[in-house]
């Protein structure tokens, strides 16, 4: 890449609600004239077909990361730090951020983790924005400031806007890194983890890199143990999407972004409420790549309570319809070339198109007296989900390195959780059928509801 070509992508955020009628309209005609057309079963038959192929091309695919780095020596940085040929002085700055509020009691943590990371702690810094927080936020970074060098804090004013993006674009003139690292408040990591990261970089067309997430307190209750089984999923089918050309996305919790990358893509959207989807859509437009990091991972506490998992899947599906909504226009022109578009394509299918149109299709199948038209693409969805949930866990079983505690002892367990997985996926038909509705219909007012992190007892934090 030239990073001295400057391209910004600038999303269309301006008439989402008339563009989410539009497209729904559109979804529910079709679904009944699909219904009314002879020929509507086999259109979804070979579409279908379609979609399956690809999949099957997925799940058969060979593991491996095909972004992989061509030569750690490019950034003069081995992975073993003990062979390296430079000079420390003379590996990449890293900048590791966080945007916090309100979290107390998840921050000693945080910052013990990210500031005991194994790297030399002159090629890398922690910048924690406090996002204006009411609690005890403000007074503890101030303390932490006087017993880790590599921190650094800047608290926002009252009334600043533009959120998470907002917080991370305020700081970015103060980050002195080369590679741009951003954590959620919760996280846990690794020592090693720069070490890992880094040497992906080295191949020039690598934009961003996304560490695989996990939940920490997988055991409590069964949406706990289904996040954990989803974000299995999650990095599986990234893994396979990357393989096959398609696209990998960025997770906000455990992302790296290469400041070049960012500053072509003119920096975090604060018109989104998920800014890691958004970022996604910004890099591959501009022809970056995401890769992933299998191990090691970036931990983070899982919802435990039902009302708590409905507002942040309603933020997150709200957010991820958003992108399609703003940069359609990109899209449709084949910008991210035709095996990224096809894989693109398909996820939105079976992701947004496909729930959103349950309900006519269900309305139409009892008006008609017809069995659903698009029970093949559903069935596809679910299908998906269990082989993919079952190919991860068992990657995961085989490295025998998961930090967290499911039980994957044999075939039986891990049929078990692909299960219980499957069937927690399913309240992502639920999400987005409402979200789309509510897009659709109501005028723009989302609440963000904050997540509550609890913090995760570590008796050498005090």
């Known amino acids: ?56 091309r997925m799940l ?56 005991a990371i194994d790297y030399p702690l002159d090629r890398y810094e922690l910048w924690v924005v406090d996002d204006n927080s009411s609690d005890r936020t403000p007074l503890i970074l101030a303390d932490l400031a006087t017993q880790y060098s590599q921190l650094r ?7 600043s806007t533009g959120g998470k993006s907002g917080a991370l674009n305020q700081i970015l003139p103060r980050m002195k890194g080369e590679f741009i690292g951003v954590f959620d408040a919760d996280a846990q990591v690794e020592t090693d983890l720069i070490y890992s990261v880094l040497p992906h970089f080295a191949n020039p067309s690598v934009g961003a890199v996304q560490v695989r997430k996990v939940i920490a307190n ?46 072509r893509c003119g920096q975090w959207n604060e018109e989104t409420i998920t800014d890691d989807l958004d970022l996604t859509f910004r890099l591959h437009l501009d022809q970056w790549d995401i890769a992933s990091v299998l191990f090691p991972t970036v931990q983070e506490e899982g919802v435990t309570r039902t009302i ?29 070339k035709f095996r990224k578009t096809f894989d693109l394509g398909m996820f939105w299918l ?15 199948s009892i008006w008609l007296g017809q069995a659903p038209i698009l029970l093949p693409l559903s069935s596809l969805t679910m299908s998906l989900s269990f082989v993919g949930m079952f190919a991860g866990l068992n990657r995961i079983r085989r490295h025998q390195k998961e930090p967290i505690a499911l039980d994957l002892s044999g075939l039986g367990q891990m049929l078990f959780q692909s299960a219980l997985g499957t069937l927690y996926m399913a309240h992502w038909f639920v999400v987005i059928a409402s979200v789309t509705a509510r897009m659709a219909i109501r005028p723009k007012r989302f609440n963000w509801v904050k997540t509550l992190h609890v ?5 050498s934090v005090s």
């Open 153 to 159: 804090w800047m608290r926002r004013a009252a009334g």
């Open 350 to 364: 079976l992701q947004y198109v496909v729930p959103t149109a349950i309900i006519p299709d269900t309305l139409a």
């Open 1 to 56: 890449m030239d990073a001295s070509n400057t391209l910004h992508v600038y999303p269309r955020s301006e008439g989402r609600r008339r563009k989410s009628a539009m497209l729904l309209l559109a979804i529910w005609s079709m679904v009944i004239l699909l219904h009314l057309l002879s020929i509507g079963p086999w259109v979804i038959l070979g579409l279908t077909t379609l979609m399956g192929i690809h999949a099957l």
């Open 218 to 263: 997988a055991n409590i209750n069964f949406w706990t143990r289904g996040q954990a089984a989803e974000m299995i999923l999650d990095s599986f089918l990234h893994e396979r999407r990357n393989i096959t050309g398609g696209i990998g996305e960025l997770r906000g919790n455990g992302q790296f972004v290469r400041r070049t990358a960012l500053e």
């Open 308 to 336: 708590g998992l409905w507002h942040q899947r309603n933020r997150w599906a709200e957010g991820g319809y958003q992108r399609y909504l703003d940069y359609w226009p990109l899209l449709i022109t084949n910008r991210l």
């Open 60 to 115: 058969l695919s060979t593991p491996g990361d095909p972004l992989a780095p061509a030569s750690p020596a490019q950034l003069s940085l081995d992975s073993n730090p003990a062979e390296s040929p430079q000079p420390p002085t003379q590996w990449p700055f890293v900048s590791l951020v966080v945007s916090a509020k309100d979290e107390e009691a998840v921050l000693p943590v945080l910052v013990k983790k990210l500031c």
């Open 455 to 459: 913090g995760q007892s570590d008796p």
